[in-house]
C-alpha cells in the first residue's frame, strides 16, 4: 500500500485501468486484423503474454499492451503501417518520428482520449494510449557479445531519453555522465546507431533471437529461435491471438515462477498516464 500510495503521489494519477485496458485491447484487434491482411506474423509478449497464460487476459493491474515480431515481419510491419493505417491510428517510430524517444514501435490511437502521457507532448506523434511493437533479432553466440552489446545499447537509450527530454533524471554518477556524452550526439544519431546495434547479428547465423526494446535485463529477453518459429493461439479477453508456440519457455526465462503473482505492493500501473482533460 505504501509503494501505491507513493506512486500514485509521484504522478498524480487516478487510474480507471478497465477503460484503458479496453483501449489497448481495440488497439490490439486493429493490429491482429492488419496483421493478417498483410500476412504478417507476431506475437504476444511480455506482461501481454503472462496475462494471456496465467489470467487469460489482462494481468489485472496491467496498463498497457506488447507484442513482438521477428526482424523480418517488424520491417514489413512499418512499411506496410506507414502506408495503410487507419486514420485512428499512429505508428511511431524511428523511420517515422525523428523525435522518438525509445526502441521499439508504438502504434498509438490518434483520437483524443481522457488518457494522456503529458511529458511526451513534444516528443511522440500522440500522446494517448497504444501498444509496444518489439523486434526480435539474432543473439550474438557469446555471452560475453551479448552482455556487451546489450549494456552498449541500454546506455544509448538512456542517452536517447534524455537527448529527447523525456527523462530529466540523472541524479545517479552513470546518468550524469550519459548526459554529458548525449552533448556530443544528434537524436537521429543516437536513433541511427541503436538500430545499427540491434541488427549487427541479423547476417549471421544464430539459433537465439533477442528483444534489445525490452526494460527487462538481456538474460531475461533471450530465447531460443525456435520458440519463435510457429505460432499458437491462446485466449486474451474472450479473443485468441498468437503466441510463441514455447510461450511456456518464453515466461520461464523472462519471469522465472510466472503462475506465482507478485507481492501486493508490486500490484501497481506501470505507466504515468493522466487522467482528465489534456
Known amino acids: 500500500k505504501k509503494n501505491i500510495e507513493k506512486f500514485l503521489k509521484k504522478y498524480h494519477t487516478t487510474y480507471e485501468v478497465a477503460e484503458l485496458q479496453q483501449i489497448s485491447l481495440n488497439t490490439l484487434k486493429y493490429v491482429d486484423e492488419f496483421c493478417r491482411k498483410h500476412n504478417i506474423n507476431y506475437f504476444l509478449a511480455e506482461g501481454t503474454l503472462l496475462g494471456a497464460v496465467r489470467h487469460k487476459g489482462f494481468i489485472p493491474w496491467d496498463d498497457d499492451i506488447d507484442i513482438c515480431m521477428m526482424r523480418e515481419d517488424y520491417d514489413r510491419f512499418i512499411e506496410y503501417a506507414k502506408a495503410d493505417l487507419d486514420d485512428k491510428y499512429v505508428l511511431d517510430c524511428f523511420e517515422t518520428n525523428d523525435k522518438h524517444w525509445t526502441i521499439c514501435a508504438k502504434?498509438?490511437?490518434?483520437?483524443?482520449?481522457?488518457?494522456?502521457?503529458?511529458?511526451?507532448?513534444?516528443?511522440?506523434?500522440?500522446?494517448?494510449?497504444?501498444?509496444?511493437?518489439?523486434?526480435?533479432?539474432?543473439?550474438?553466440?557469446?555471452?560475453?557479445?551479448?552482455s556487451r552489446c546489450a549494456n552498449k545499447i541500454r546506455a544509448l537509450r538512456v542517452m536517447l531519453w534524455l537527448k529527447t527530454g523525456y527523462s530529466h533524471d540523472y541524479s545517479t554518477f552513470k546518468w550524469f555522465v550519459l548526459k554529458i556524452l548525449s552533448f556530443?550526439?544528434?537524436?537521429?544519431?543516437?536513433?541511427?546507431?541503436?538500430?545499427?546495434?540491434?541488427?549487427?547479428?541479423?547476417?549471421?547465423?544464430?539459433?537465439?533471437?533477442?528483444?534489445?526494446?525490452?526494460?527487462?535485463?538481456?538474460?531475461?529477453?533471450?530465447?531460443?529461435?525456435?520458440?519463435?518459429?510457429?505460432?499458437?493461439?491462446?485466449?486474451?479477453?474472450?479473443?485468441?491471438?498468437?503466441?510463441?508456440?514455447?510461450?511456456?519457455?518464453?515466461?520461464?526465462?523472462?519471469?522465472?515462477?510466472?503462475?506465482?503473482?507478485?507481492?501486493?505492493?508490486?500490484?501497481?500501473?506501470?505507466?504515468?498516464?493522466?487522467?482528465?482533460?489534456?
Open 184 to 278: 556530443f550526439y544528434t537524436v537521429k544519431g543516437l536513433q541511427i546507431r541503436i538500430d545499427k546495434l540491434m541488427r549487427k547479428y541479423n547476417s549471421s547465423d544464430s539459433d537465439e533471437v533477442i528483444n534489445y526494446g525490452s526494460l527487462y535485463p538481456a538474460e531475461k529477453e533471450c530465447f531460443k529461435k525456435d520458440l519463435f518459429s510457429e505460432s499458437v493461439k491462446v485466449e486474451f479477453e474472450g479473443c485468441k491471438f498468437p503466441a510463441p508456440k514455447g510461450y511456456k519457455e518464453v515466461l520461464k526465462v523472462t519471469y522465472n515462477d510466472f503462475e506465482s503473482l507478485p507481492p501486493y505492493s508490486k500490484r501497481f500501473p506501470k505507466h504515468s498516464f493522466f487522467v482528465g482533460e489534456d
Open 107 to 146: 502504434l498509438l490511437i490518434n483520437e483524443k482520449s481522457k488518457f494522456s502521457i503529458k511529458r511526451l507532448r513534444n516528443i511522440a506523434l500522440s500522446t494517448y494510449p497504444g501498444i509496444d511493437i518489439f523486434a526480435l533479432d539474432n543473439a550474438p553466440a557469446s555471452s560475453k557479445e551479448k
